[in-house]
């Protein structure tokens, strides 16, 4: 399965797209199965539950299969290759369990605030006052379906990734070491709405969170931190060069006409 053309252009200007359908129920299932058993054994000790929230629940099964194979055994991988070139993705086989549990019963229905990867806050386990740039992309498996806003979605702020280049060209990406930037962007908070099995891949500098969880239902989902082989080669750089390591997608833009005169 690779994307088309089309595809790889809407993901140049938005920087993320989403694709439904892309896991097969029965894995969905597994997934979730797993999920839940794990959260009924082994549970969540209330003094890391702000590190399991920025880094992943049930860190012992990320790396099994019925959670490893949400990319390994299905199409994410042709998908991301589609994107970033053949041949051009590192294996990548744990991911991280993203949970959102409900809100109390007069939650505020607040719009969601964003922030970039890879910035310290000490419960991601990265220190404060640093910052890293060690993938490519994400792309964040449906566990369950999310018909509408305010179910913990993940949600994205379109077009910001190329304005964070722009912004990163100008000032130098050091200024992330003060923290997440807030700066204008093109484009309000977008949360994805979708059904268990579809997946969202977004570029590594595309603003994004997950919103507000105002539904009775836990957010299920699982991501993946996706690297390029030239990850750790092109570094920081990606801050303002942001398509350095997306062969794919530079393909497709160099077979984009120029608009008519």
């Not at 359908?21 to 009924?40: E, K």
Request: proline share 8%; charged share 20%.
């Amino acid at each position: 399965m690779k994307l088309s053309t089309d595809q790889l252009l809407e993901f140049h200007d938005q920087g993320y797209i989403t694709l439904p359908g892309v896991i097969p129920p029965i894995m969905v299932r597994d997934a979730l199965q797993s999920i839940n058993h794990d959260l009924g054994t082994v549970g969540m000790p209330t003094e890391r539950l702000n590190e399991f929230r920025a880094q992943s629940y049930c860190r012992d099964i990320q790396s099994a299969p019925a959670l490893a194979g949400l990319m390994s055994e299905t199409p994410v991988r042709p998908l991301v290759e589609s994107l970033v070139g053949e041949g051009r993705v590192k294996p990548y086989g744990s991911a991280q369990i993203a949970l959102r549990f409900p809100g109390p019963l007069a939650g505020n229905r607040r719009p969601p605030s964003g922030h970039l990867d890879g910035l310290g806050s000490g419960a991601n386990g990265t220190a404060v006052g640093t910052y890293t740039r060690t993938f490519t992309a994400l792309a964040v498996c449906l566990l369950c379906d999310l018909p509408e806003d305010y179910m913990g979605n993940f949600t994205v702020w379109p077009e910001s990734h190329r304005t964070y280049e722009a912004y990163f060209r100008e000032v130098g990406h050091e200024v992330l070491a003060k923290g997440q930037p807030r700066i204008d962007l093109p484009h309000g908070p977008k949360q994805i709405t979708g059904k268990a099995g579809d997946v969202v891949i977004a570029h590594h500098l595309l603003e994004h969170t997950a919103a507000p969880n105002l539904s009775p239902y836990i957010r299920y989902a699982a991501i993946f931190r996706i690297n390029a082989i030239d990850v750790g080669e092109v570094g920081t750089d990606a801050y303002t060069d942001i398509w350095r390591e997306w062969h794919g997608v530079r393909d497709a833009l160099a077979s984009r006409k120029p608009a008519a005169t």
